[in-house]
Each structure stands twice: as structure tokens, then as C-alpha cells.
């Protein structure tokens, strides 16, 4: 019997004991854990990656593979495309993230009251956007009882967009910039959104087997580090026109091979999850 599971080895209790059994049972069953999630695979280390690697047989990702128990997938959600020809009432989507007041998970990238330093950062880049003549939306994640990140953004002055759902805010937005190691970079460049990504890479230090590819996002202005640098691309992308910029062809020939890595398209999963009985 194979088992197959992208989160409920975390928090359902259940399913975990249920899945014990079956696999400890004359060894008759194998668990197969689905990517669920960015960071994996990027990040320099990350304990539920650690912990999803150690207990499976094997672990599907989006496309990236270490050793033999990684085996390339691709994102299995159903995200629909972006239509660039629609009408999109935001141009900026300024994309951030809440943590909670403590650590929880280890994992590099911003601890507790560390938030306090991204946050401060994201401000100051958010109010220099806007003053260069952008039309800057918001998008943030709140916590309860945590950082009220919402009302430090809201005390600035900021467009805040959360009340629709996040695929719809992007797919409404000429140009994201993605402020943290996750997700979200990686699905809104698999449905084919203009996108930025912008974080500390000693708060978000990376794993090397990713950095040659991130460089290269860098080489292509995709990837940013200062204000400076993601100020002058906007600038240039805006006057070229966001899509026009985006399907550059070099930064295509880049994105392609990212893509393929971290956040490729499979176009057929019956013919790979079938191979999965012979490996």
C-alpha cells in the first residue's frame, strides 16, 4: 500500500497513527510526503523538511532532488494562469508575512522579535516605492496576538488589500515583489506573474546547492537586495511595460531553468506517480 500526504503527517494525529501501523506492519506500506510549501529545498536548513525527509520513503518536491530520496514532482495545486490582458486595478503588490512573537520551527530565516528588523525593512522600502510615484498596494498575512502587523501598515498610510483571496489580489496586480524565502514566489512565477523577490540573504541564508540559480535571478534583476536595485527595476520595468519586461528573453531562459527546479509544471501525474512503484 503506498500512503500519500502533503501535510496530515504534521497535525493529524489519526492519520499519522494509522500510517505508522501500516508501514510497521511487515514493512507492507510506504509513505510517500508531497512538497507542501516554499523554502524547502532553498533554505540553508529547515527541521520540517528535516523531519518530512526522515520518516518518508520517499519526498516529492517541486522539482528540486538531493539524494535518493527526493524525487522531482512539480506543484500539484490547480493554479489557474495569470491573464495579463485583463484589466488590474493595483499595479505594486508589496507581498510580507507575520511570524509569532516566539520561535516555533527552526529554520533560517527571521526568528520572534528578528520580524521587528524584516518589518522595519519592508517599511522603509514600501514608503520609498510609493514616493517614487507607484501605486502601492499591501498585502500582509496578520497573526492574532502577535506583531499587529496590519496596524503598523495601516498607521503609515498604505493601501491594504486582504480581503479577497491571495491568487486574486496577485492575478490582480501588474507586478508582485515576494519579501520572504516561502511559497509565494515560486507559485506566482509558475502561473506567470510579473515578480520581484526581495530579502536579506544573511536573515535568509541560503542553502548552497540554490545559490548558483539565485544568482542568476539576480544577473536578470529578479532578485534584489537593496532598495536601490528594486527601485531602478520597477522603474525600468514600468516604462518597458511589466509584461514586456518580465518576457525578456534572457530573464525567460533564467526563469525556465528556475522554474524547472523549484516550481516546475507536470503534465502528466499519473505517468509519474506510476513510476513511483518501480523506484
Not at 16 to 26: P, S, V
Not at 39 to 53: A, L, V
Not at 96 to 124: A, H, I, T
Not at 245 to 256: A, I, P, S
Request: proline residues 3%; positive net charge.
Amino acid at each position: 500500500v503506498s500512503i500519500f500526504t502533503s501535510n496530515s503527517y504534521n497535525a493529524n494525529d489519526t492519520f499519522c497513527m494509522c500510517a505508522a501501523i501500516a508501514i510497521n506492519k511487515e514493512n507492507q506500506s510506504k509513505l510517500y510526503v508531497i512538497q507542501h510549501g516554499g523554502h524547502f529545498g532553498t533554505g540553508r536548513f529547515n527541521s520540517s523538511e528535516n523531519h518530512q525527509r526522515k520518516i518518508s520513503y520517499k519526498y516529492l518536491t517541486w522539482g528540486w532532488e538531493e539524494d535518493c530520496k527526493t524525487i522531482p514532482l512539480g506543484i500539484i495545486k490547480p493554479l489557474k494562469r495569470y491573464n495579463f490582458n485583463s484589466f488590474k486595478s493595483k499595479e505594486v503588490l508589496l507581498i510580507c508575512m507575520e511570524l509569532n512573537r516566539y520561535s516555533y520551527v527552526s529554520y533560517s530565516g527571521p526568528q520572534g522579535p528578528q520580524w521587528l528588523v524584516y518589518q522595519n525593512k519592508l517599511e522603509d522600502l514600501a514608503s520609498e516605492i510609493a514616493a517614487t510615484g507607484f501605486d502601492l498596494t499591501i498585502r500582509t498575512k496578520p497573526l492574532v496576538e502577535s506583531w499587529n502587523a496590519i496596524n503598523r501598515w495601516k498607521a503609515k498610510k498604505f493601501k491594504i488589500d486582504n480581503e479577497r483571496s491571495f491568487f486574486d489580489s496577485c492575478r490582480d496586480s501588474k507586478i508582485v515583489i515576494s519579501t520572504y524565502n516561502a511559497a509565494t514566489f515560486l507559485e506566482t512565477i509558475f502561473i506567470g506573474i510579473p515578480t520581484l523577490i526581495f530579502w536579506d540573504e544573511i536573515m535568509w541564508d541560503m542553502r548552497p546547492q540554490s545559490k548558483e540559480i539565485f544568482n542568476e535571478l539576480k544577473e536578470v534583476k529578479v532578485f534584489h537586495n537593496s532598495e536601490d536595485g528594486i527601485l531602478k527595476t520597477l522603474k525600468s520595468a514600468k516604462s518597458m511595460g511589466y509584461m514586456n519586461w518580465w518576457n525578456d528573453f534572457e530573464r525567460q531562459k533564467v526563469l525556465k531553468r528556475f522554474k524547472k527546479k523549484y516550481c516546475r509544471e507536470n503534465y502528466d501525474f499519473l505517468k509519474t506517480f506510476s513510476r513511483l512503484k518501480h523506484i
